[in-house]
């Protein structure tokens, strides 16, 4: 008998082998999500479990995804459990879901509210699943409702479930239990997740022997395992899931997890099917719908009967058609409208076209007339060019004229008409005097080609003109030399003369035709003619040098002129002229700087214009180091080069703008490092890093500027100025930031203190220690003294040290004093750290002695304080320290390390010279408090203790160091243990640098070696003072700046 | 037996602040075999009581006693005369105790001592466990003499759900699945019939959800 007549229940009851699917509700009111996953299955199931807040998560109601899901024509398997209703909400939510055409109807216990989101609420568990299902048939079939009373109409309509699980215990109660679900009403019966599927055949032949087969159409439940994790999970948490080694090794082995799962999927899909009473599956792909169609393709099942029975109300069939029958019409009647607008708008388009092509076609034009225009104009000039050329020629043939008329003066003959004389032109008559026939033709064509020539190059009359009267004056003047071989010397004096000379230079026409007729006078040739003609040669050549600008080669050629006749006006007037030029030219530079000697092989412009280059970059960079001075100094030398350069002009201008002295840390990175200057807050000490170590790594000019810092520091005397980078402080103090909340609820004062201990003499003395709070928490209590740096000094060339760091100390590496005093003056340390590296027994092994006679000079040649640091061997630093507080006396060094092994034979000299000691011991609370009361106990003050807990650098058990130095101070602080109010000293520097992280060259992978090393020194060392350490010893000097800076951002 | 445990001291300190003399009454019933509310256990707890004010800086006073039975009237009749002169008495009686001196002794402010947990049996020294749910409707003889109703998480009427594994609960594996223990039972009983038997929809109202239960038996009232 038909009970609801649901696509399932007709699928079944045909004998179809059935295949449902899953569809779990959003946690969600997303109604997107349920109808992608619906269509996902569409076509593929024959109905989809919408589960009900399955593992009692909340999401998105059972009936109300189902009624999504409808929507999308998928049939539902509305799932109802017991969990959250009692049997009052229970028979409303199944009379709304019958009302909205839900037909199949899962009944569930449901999971225990422990394994969900809410696990503090209420299971109602008014009843159990098999009370549900016998409930519900109740109201169905005997149109009652649970208490008895009758529905009189529109009883729910609906196909009942159950869910089995074969894998539970006992196990042999297990189809009994399916029996009783059957007896209470139910139709199908999904089974749990199948994995073991020897176990269920065992299960169904039991469930057969129970003839259960026949009343119930059994759902074999599969489900892909997403990955080899999701099956391991499914394996060890889900209480009643048999998930076999088998399933285990296949997804182990499997290249494609996914791939595998599906395969598992289809595998057992296949095996269920033999057995027998399976009357379907129910493939549950969880949070994997995607899978489904997959599997059932590969099952063979994806054709899926047509449905039937599937009458979703809400949006119901009846208003969908209409509406469809409406949209239909309505699209009958758009549609010629379409088309004609459709027709329009191509026509539009066609016209768009059209017009497109034509203006291209315009701009073309446009472009093309440009090019004429450009042509026309460069043209125009090439000819100016040319006409200027010819004139220049032209007037040189004119004074080759005048010479060959002052050669027909001084009475030789020559056939030239004779012409105006005070005019440079002449006519030129071919007919003429004894022109030979031979000359005529010549003389004939080369007019024509001049003819042609005008033509060609578009020459008007007059310049055309000019060109055949120069061409003939040419003409006349080589025949005339052929033809009287006299004056042959004089043509070619002149012609060379010519050739020499450029036209322009010859403006004194008289006294140059006088000179070159006096030249070409062979009768009155004689060694002064020729000094004369040599003077006149030099002074034509020192024009030529005055006109190309060349002041100094035309100086020294009118010089020459006047050492072979300082009466020559014109030499002395033009070595005059030569001079001033000079004297202008020259002066600004004269005045201010001489340019360094010039190579040869370059020139004088291209020298001047190299150093114009250099000082404008000296300028800029002193500039961005805020050295006004320097700033200035150098544009002005660059505009002495040429007082033009505009770079130079606006860096003057930039520089003089500048504050004296104001070395604010943004101006000062302002040029090569912009973007990092303002650091963002997020990440201050990494973006200051970055501003710092980039320039040196990237940028020359902004690494001198960088270098350069330090010594302008030291040379202000201010102890430490934040420097290159700024730490971004909290814009707001953390009063304000608790807003109202009252300070006494974040506020934990500390009842203890830290012992202040001070090392070294005079005012250059150190003192760490002395806080009541915890560290840098100066809302809380204070730090008397913020923590201080001391930078490390090897007594020998270390060996170990990349170069990234060697370098910053190349010049003073393997001079301990050198290296120290540099240390303090350049790198501005506060203190000094004297590794005594050599005396190691195991190393170099040198004599006490000898290590203390240098570490002596080393403390006599700084005035911060030295930590001398012995080798770490117990009985060598016991000789080796004593040797040196011998030389030292009552200076206040500070002697390092103590340990358990020496600290007898240590403290005592510390206590009679009363120096500070540094009490070293293994990472552990316990060693270091029983080192600080074995010295207490000798007599040791405690204020004159600096405890070493040794140092892990990040990466190498920072965390451990962390957390031991975390624990001391708390110990100190908030319990009083006096043993431990002692202040940290951190020898990080060594246990930076020898990681092999600062050694590995630079890559792309791991980026620039030294700001890696730099980074590491800066990070651990600020992870060391946020733990309480005070005295910091560090080695690189970029490192030292950000952690000051760091120090700085924090007090 | 009810099974009660003492409520966190800092929780009885809360009730009792700004009060200067205190009564912490005792019961010699369920919560002295329960080692909750007894002799012992008020003494300890009176003596707690007054170490939490001196360091709280309060001057509080405690008096103690204990009686037979707080939840009959003959026992708690003394009272209205022992709770003179205190500003509150903390019960450490099951929350019977409380509500009958609450109920009986008007004037007397009463506080809870104890929370009170379950109806429990003494499984060995210092472990108690549920057993009876109070549900008003025993079904003991259906399910050889195990309480599904108290002992199993979902409070199950018709066998182990599919979390049942290994004979443990899904929800505890500490706990054993009573339902598989009722099967395992009945079958030794030769009554493994009676798992085919399909328990009805269980009547709530006798467990409490009808109202407060109340029993009159006619032939004993005065």
């Known amino acids: 008998m ?258 595998e799962g599906i395969n598992i999927a289809v595998d057992i899909i296949n095996q269920v099917r033999e057995i027998k009473g399976v009357h379907g599956v129910h493939v549950m792909a969880i949070e994997w719908e995607q899978a489904v169609p997959e599997i059932v393709k590969r099952a063979g099942l994806d054709k899926r009967p047509e449905m039937k029975g599937f009458e979703p109300r809400l949006g119901a069939r009846a208003e969908i058609e209409d509406a469809v029958k409406k949209a239909e019409q309505e699209s009958g009647r758009l549609a010629p409208e379409i088309d004609r607008l459709k027709n329009e708008v191509t026509a539009a388009n066609a016209i768009a076209v ?72 002449f006519i030129f008559d071919p007919s003429g005097g004894d022109m030979t026939a031979r000359d005529q033709v010549i003389l004939n064509s080369l007019t024509l080609g001049l003819e042609s020539l005008r033509k060609a190059l578009g020459l008007n009359e007059d310049q055309f003109e000019a060109i055949k009267r120069f061409m003939e004056a040419q003409f006349v003047i080589s025949t005339g030399g052929r033809q009287s071989p006299a004056v042959s010397a004089a043509p070619v004096t002149t012609a060379k003369a010519v050739e020499s000379k450029p036209v322009r230079v010859i403006d004194t026409k008289p006294a140059q035709s006088e000179v070159v007729a006096d030249v070409v006078a062979p009768s009155i040739q004689s060694q002064e003619d020729l000094l004369r003609k040599e003077v006149v040669n030099l002074i034509a050549k020192a024009n030529v040098a005055m006109h190309k600008k060349d002041y100094e080669t035309a100086l020294k050629t009118f010089e020459s002129a006047l050492a072979i006749d300082a009466s020559d006006v014109k030499a002395q007037e033009g070595a005059k002229k030569a001079r001033n030029a000079m004297g202008t030219v020259a002066q600004p530079a004269v005045s201010s700087f001489a340019l360094p000697a010039r190579p040869d092989e370059i020139t004088p412009e291209q020298w001047s214009f190299k150093w114009l280059v250099r000082y404008v970059a000296q300028g800029n960079v002193a500039l961005s180091a805020g050295d006004k001075s320097r700033a200035v100094e150098a544009f002005r030398k660059a505009l002495a080069i040429d007082s033009k350069d505009e770079k130079a002009v606006a860096g003057l201008k ?76 909290e814009a707001k103090s953390l009063t304000e ?116 006679a240098v570490a002596k000079a080393v403390v006599d040649a700084v005035d911060v304080p030295v930590i001398v640091w012995g080798c770490g061997n117990a009985e060598k630093d016991t000789e080796l320290l004593r040797e040196l507080t011998g030389l030292t006396g009552n200076k206040k060094v500070c002697i390092a390390p103590l340990t358990d092994a020496n600290y007898r034979g240590l403290g005592a000299t510390a206590m009679a010279l009363q120096i500070p000691v540094v009490a070293a011991t293994p990472i552990d609370v316990n060693l270091a408090k029983q080192l600080n009361i074995l010295l207490e106990n000798l007599g040791v003050s405690l204020s004159s203790i600096l405890m070493d807990t040794s140092i892990g650098a990040v990466g190498y058990g920072l965390e451990y160091t962390y957390s031991v130095m975390e624990r001391i101070r708390l110990a100190a602080l908030t319990q009083q243990d006096e043993k431990l109010s002692v202040p940290f000293i951190c020898n990080l520097g060594r246990e930076v640098w020898k990681t092999k992280e600062t050694k590995q060259p630079s890559s792309e992978l791991l980026g620039d070696q030294e700001r890696r090393g730099i980074m590491m020194e800066a990070v651990t060392a600020a992870s060391l003072m946020l733990a309480g350490g005070e005295l910091m010893i560090m080695r690189h000097p970029q490192a030292v700046r950000l952690a000051k800076a760091f120090i700085q951002g924090l007090m | 037996m009810i099974i009660a445990e003492r409520k966190p001291l800092s929780e009885i300190l809360g009730m009792i602040q700004g009060m200067h003399r205190i009564l912490v009454l005792g019961c010699r019933g369920c919560v002295a075999v329960c080692s909750s509310g007894g002799d012992k256990e008020v003494a300890v707890l009176a003596s707690a009581l007054r170490l939490g004010a001196v360091k709280a800086g309060s001057d509080m006073s405690f008096g103690v006693q204990t009686l037979v039975r707080q939840c009959d009237p003959e026992y708690l009749a003394p009272l209205a005369e022992m709770a003179k002169g205190y500003d509150a008495v903390i019960s450490t009686a099951c929350g019977v105790g409380v509500n009958f001196i609450a109920d009986r002794c008007p004037g007397v402010r009463v506080l809870p001592g104890l929370n009170t947990t379950f109806y429990g049996a003494n499984l060995s020294s210092g472990e108690w466990r549920e057993m009876c749910a109070g549900c008003g409707s025993c079904v003991l003889h259906l399910t050889g003499g195990l309480c599904p109703v108290a002992r199993c998480a979902k409070g199950l009427s018709n066998g182990p759900c599919g979390g049942s594994v290994g004979g443990r609960c899904e929800i505890n594996p500490e706990t054993a699945c009573v339902w598989h223990r009722i099967h395992d039972k009945l079958t030794d009983l030769g009554e493994a019939d009676r798992l085919m038997d399909i328990m009805p929809i269980k009547d709530w109202r006798t467990a409490g959800h009808g109202g407060p239960r109340k029993r009159i038996r006619e032939e004993l009232l005065p």
Request: hydrophobic share 40%.
């Open chain 1, 2 to 259: 038909i009970k609801a007549g649901s696509n399932l229940e007709n699928i079944l009851t045909n004998g179809q082998f059935a295949v449902t699917g899953e569809l779990g509700p959003p946690k969600s009111g997303n109604y997107d999500v349920v109808r992608e996953k619906a269509r996902i299955l569409k076509g593929y199931v024959d109905a989809a479990n919408i589960t009900d807040c399955q593992t009692a998560i909340v999401r998105m109601s059972s009936l109300t995804a189902g009624l999504i899901a409808m929507s999308e024509g998928v049939e539902p398997v509305m799932q109802m459990t017991c969990r959250d209703r009692n049997r009052i909400a229970i028979q409303a939510e199944v009379l709304g879901a019958s009302a909205l055409g839900i037909k199949n109807l899962l009944c569930l216990t449901g999971d225990h509210q422990k394994f969900g989101n809410h696990p503090q609420s209420k299971g109602v568990f008014d009843m159990d699943s098999i009370q549900l299902l016998g409930m519900i048939r109740q109201m169905r079939d005997e149109k009652r409702f649970q208490c008895g009373e009758e529905i009189k109409e529109a009883e729910p309509r609906l196909f009942l479930g159950a869910a089995a699980n074969p894998f539970a215990d006992p196990f042999e109660y297990r189809p009994k239990r399916l029996a009783k679900k059957v007896s209470a009403g139910a139709s199908f019966v999904q089974t749990q997740i199948i994995y073991n599927v020897e176990k269920f055949k065992k299960f169904m032949e039991m469930v057969c022997d129970l003839g259960l087969h026949e009343k119930v159409y059994i759902l074999a439940g599969v489900t892909p395992p997403k990955s080899l994790g999701m099956a391991r999970y499914m394996k060890n948490n889900v209480p009643g899931l048999d998930v076999t080694d088998d399933i285990i090794k296949r997804l182990q082995g499997a290249k494609d997890q996914k791939e």
């Open chain 1, 354 to 425: 059209k017009e497109q092509d034509r203006v291209s076609g315009l701009s073309a034009e446009v472009e093309r007339l440009k090019k004429e225009v450009r042509d026309t104009q460069l043209s125009m000039e090439q000819k100016e060019k040319e006409v200027s050329r010819l004139r220049a020629e032209l007037s040189q043939a004119m004074s080759e004229l005048e010479a060959v008329k002052a050669q027909a003066a001084s009475g030789q003959s020559i056939f030239v008409q004779e012409q105006d004389a005070c005019e440079t032109d």
């Open chain 1, 654 to 729: 930039n520089a003089e703008a500048m504050q004296e002295g104001a070395i604010s840390p943004k101006s000062e990175m302002s040029v090569a490092i912009q973007p990092e200057a303002v650091a963002p807050k997020s990440e201050p000490v990494l973006a200051a890093v970055r501003s710092e170590v980039q320039p040196e790594v990237k940028a020359k000019p902004a690494m001198s500027a960088v270098e350069a810092k330090p010594v302008a520091v030291t040379s202000v005397a201010a102890p430490v100025s934040a420097g290159d980078f700024e730490f971004a402080r």
């Open chain 1, 737 to 852: 930031r608790a807003g109202a909340m009252p300070a006494n609820l974040f506020i934990e004062r500390c009842s203890g203190s830290i012992k202040p201990v001070t090392i070294g003499d005079g005012d250059k003395a150190v003192t760490v220690g002395g806080m009541n709070t915890l560290p840098f928490h100066l809302f809380e209590g204070e730090m008397a003294n913020a923590p201080r740096i001391a930078l490390d000094v090897l007594d020998v060339a270390p060996e170990d040290w990349p170069d990234s760091l060697a370098r910053h100390y190349s010049d003073v590496i393997g001079d301990p004093v050198k290296w120290a005093q540099k240390s303090v003056n350049e790198y501005s340390a506060e203190a000094i750290c004297f590794s005594m590296v050599s005396a190691d027994p195991n190393g170099l092994n040198r004599p006490a002695k000898d290590v203390a």
